[in-house]
Nanobody, 119 residues
Framework: VQLQASGGGLVQPGGSLRLSCRAS????????SAWYRQPPGKQRELVAG???????NYADSVKGRFTISRDNAKNTVYLQMDSLRPEDTAVYYC??????????????WGQGTLVTVSS
Protein backbone atom coordinates (compact mmCIF):
# COMPACT_ATOMS: atom_id res chain seq x y z
CA VAL A 1 0.00 0.00 0.00
CA GLN A 2 1.25 3.45 -0.89
CA LEU A 3 0.01 6.87 0.12
CA GLN A 4 0.53 9.77 -2.25
CA ALA A 5 0.04 13.18 -0.70
CA SER A 6 -0.32 16.31 -2.79
CA GLY A 7 -1.69 19.82 -2.78
CA GLY A 8 0.86 21.71 -0.74
CA GLY A 9 2.42 24.95 -1.85
CA LEU A 10 2.83 28.64 -1.18
CA VAL A 11 -0.28 30.63 -0.33
CA GLN A 12 -0.90 34.11 1.02
CA PRO A 13 -2.45 34.65 4.44
CA GLY A 14 -6.21 34.27 4.20
CA GLY A 15 -5.94 31.92 1.25
CA SER A 16 -6.99 28.30 0.83
CA LEU A 17 -5.43 25.00 -0.10
CA ARG A 18 -6.77 21.48 -0.37
CA LEU A 19 -4.46 18.61 0.48
CA SER A 20 -5.13 15.15 -0.94
CA CYS A 21 -3.83 11.77 0.11
CA ARG A 22 -4.58 8.82 -2.16
CA ALA A 23 -4.13 5.24 -1.04
CA SER A 24 -3.26 2.66 -3.66
CA UNK A 25 -2.47 -1.02 -3.60
CA UNK A 26 -4.11 -4.04 -2.07
CA UNK A 27 -6.69 -2.37 0.13
CA UNK A 28 -10.33 -3.07 0.76
CA UNK A 29 -11.26 0.24 2.30
CA UNK A 30 -10.12 3.10 4.48
CA UNK A 31 -11.62 3.04 7.99
CA UNK A 32 -10.04 6.16 9.47
CA SER A 33 -7.67 8.96 8.57
CA ALA A 34 -5.88 11.91 10.05
CA TRP A 35 -3.66 14.80 9.10
CA TYR A 36 -0.67 15.84 11.15
CA ARG A 37 1.74 18.70 10.66
CA GLN A 38 5.25 19.53 11.72
CA PRO A 39 6.11 23.23 11.79
CA PRO A 40 9.77 24.21 11.34
CA GLY A 41 11.71 23.35 14.48
CA LYS A 42 8.71 21.90 16.26
CA GLN A 43 7.22 18.49 16.95
CA ARG A 44 4.60 16.83 14.82
CA GLU A 45 1.05 17.57 15.95
CA LEU A 46 -2.41 16.28 15.14
CA VAL A 47 -4.42 18.65 12.98
CA ALA A 48 -7.58 16.69 12.21
CA GLY A 49 -8.92 13.16 12.32
CA UNK A 50 -11.97 11.23 11.18
CA UNK A 51 -13.35 7.73 11.58
CA UNK A 52 -16.53 7.95 9.58
CA UNK A 53 -19.25 10.31 8.53
CA UNK A 54 -19.71 13.02 11.15
CA UNK A 55 -17.02 11.55 13.37
CA UNK A 56 -14.26 14.14 13.26
CA ASN A 57 -11.96 15.97 15.60
CA TYR A 58 -9.80 19.04 15.11
CA ALA A 59 -7.00 20.83 16.88
CA ASP A 60 -8.31 23.98 18.52
CA SER A 61 -6.02 26.08 16.35
CA VAL A 62 -7.75 24.96 13.12
CA LYS A 63 -11.37 24.54 14.20
CA GLY A 64 -13.70 26.38 11.87
CA ARG A 65 -10.98 26.79 9.24
CA PHE A 66 -9.97 23.23 8.25
CA THR A 67 -12.20 20.37 7.13
CA ILE A 68 -11.20 16.73 6.86
CA SER A 69 -13.10 14.45 4.51
CA ARG A 70 -12.85 11.15 2.68
CA ASP A 71 -13.91 9.81 -0.72
CA ASN A 72 -14.22 6.06 -0.30
CA ALA A 73 -14.70 5.43 -4.01
CA LYS A 74 -11.33 7.07 -4.74
CA ASN A 75 -9.56 5.84 -1.58
CA THR A 76 -8.59 9.44 -1.02
CA VAL A 77 -8.67 11.67 2.02
CA TYR A 78 -8.65 15.43 1.96
CA LEU A 79 -7.85 18.39 4.14
CA GLN A 80 -9.53 21.60 3.06
CA MET A 81 -7.67 24.51 4.61
CA ASP A 82 -9.26 27.95 4.57
CA SER A 83 -8.31 31.28 6.13
CA LEU A 84 -4.72 30.16 6.28
CA ARG A 85 -2.34 31.88 8.66
CA PRO A 86 1.45 32.10 8.73
CA GLU A 87 1.45 29.82 11.77
CA ASP A 88 -0.11 27.07 9.61
CA THR A 89 3.21 26.79 7.78
CA ALA A 90 4.40 23.21 8.17
CA VAL A 91 4.98 19.91 6.48
CA TYR A 92 1.64 18.11 6.48
CA TYR A 93 1.41 14.34 6.72
CA CYS A 94 -1.56 12.08 6.12
CA UNK A 95 -2.12 9.00 8.23
CA UNK A 96 -4.56 6.42 6.94
CA UNK A 97 -5.96 3.25 8.46
CA UNK A 98 -6.99 0.60 5.97
CA UNK A 99 -8.41 -2.90 5.80
CA UNK A 100 -6.64 -5.09 3.28
CA UNK A 101 -8.49 -7.68 1.21
CA UNK A 102 -8.08 -10.21 4.05
CA UNK A 103 -9.61 -7.68 6.48
CA UNK A 104 -6.36 -7.11 8.31
CA UNK A 105 -5.88 -3.60 9.67
CA UNK A 106 -2.86 -1.50 8.82
CA UNK A 107 -1.82 2.10 9.32
CA UNK A 108 0.24 4.04 6.81
CA TRP A 109 1.88 7.46 6.56
CA GLY A 110 2.13 9.67 3.52
CA GLN A 111 5.39 11.30 2.52
CA GLY A 112 4.53 14.82 3.64
CA THR A 113 3.67 17.90 1.68
CA LEU A 114 4.92 21.40 2.49
CA VAL A 115 2.48 24.22 3.09
CA THR A 116 3.93 27.72 3.31
CA VAL A 117 1.70 30.64 4.26
CA SER A 118 3.43 33.90 3.55
CA SER A 119 2.89 37.21 1.85
Amino acid sequence: VQLQASGGGLVQPGGSLRLSCRASGSISRIYASAWYRQPPGKQRELVAGESGVDVTNYADSVKGRFTISRDNAKNTVYLQMDSLRPEDTAVYYCNVGVFDRQQNQFEYWGQGTLVTVSS
